[in-house]
């Protein structure tokens, strides 16, 4: 099967500018998440949708981030205006209801913004 | 809360020598226990986990104790191999699987 496709796979930005991350995630799941590794730091929880609808959004920053899953299948994750200290790594993953402990998530390779 | 501490790294072996990478944990209830492991340019991994207290997981070689007594799941590996070089992340859930809290991450480098 197809793991979870992000991209872009890079992406470096102004700040002030406005970006948008999508994740695509294994056909079927109904859970997706976002996480980011800041500079070498942990990867933290960012939120997480059942189907599209977000469970949990306590991770997000602030407000110039803005997630969405359409019609339950790809997400998309947009910053703007994006700062300095939006640099990292964001991560998707995605899993089924059922069984999550057991079978993990799935993750992507990871989207690296650079803001300048 | 939940939090997962991580031996800092960067960690630099030769080839075939013994891997122990720390790992220690503080959480509410019972959580589930992780190593993701993630190789140049591509996505984390699942290396292994640990549902309950004295599980060991097991995979290509790499071996974690769920220690609950010590709050501990250190990772380790009897003869490492250059492709081994990876960063690896502890992490650990909740009991539903909700939220994932990992560490800083490990980067291993191993030499010939």
């Known amino acids: 099967e197809a793991g979870v496709t992000q991209f872009p796979s890079h992406s470096v930005i102004e700040k002030g500018q406005t970006v948008t991350l999508r994740c695509d995630p294994i056909s079927g799941h109904d859970n997706l998440y976002w996480y980011r590794r800041v500079m070498g730091k942990e990867i933290k929880f960012l939120l997480h949708f059942v189907k599209e609808s977000k469970q949990d959004e306590s991770g997000m920053p602030n407000n110039r981030f803005l997630a969405e899953r359409t019609g339950g299948t790809y997400s998309t994750l947009k910053v703007q205006p994006a700062e300095l200290e939006d640099s990292g790594v964001y991560f998707c993953a995605s899993s089924p209801t059922r069984d999550r402990i057991y079978y993990g998530y799935t993750f992507g390779s990871g989207t690296r913004l650079t803001v300048v | 809360g939940n939090s997962v501490t991580q031996m800092e790294g960067p960690v630099t072996l030769s080839e075939e020598a013994f891997l122990t990478i720390n790992c220690t944990y503080t959480a509410t209830g019972y959580p589930s226990l992780f190593w993701y492991v993630q190789y140049p340019g591509e996505g984390l991994q699942l290396l292994l986990k640990?549902?309950?207290?004295?599980d060991k997981g097991s995979n290509k070689g790499f071996e974690a104790t769920y220690r609950k007594e010590t709050t501990s799941f250190h990772l380790e590996k009897g003869s490492v191999q250059v492709s081994d070089s990876a960063v690896y992340f502890c992490a650990l859930s909740d009991w539903a699987g909700n939220q994932f809290y990992f560490g800083t991450g490990t980067s291993l480098t191993v030499i010939p």
């Open positions: 640990a549902t309950k207290a004295d």
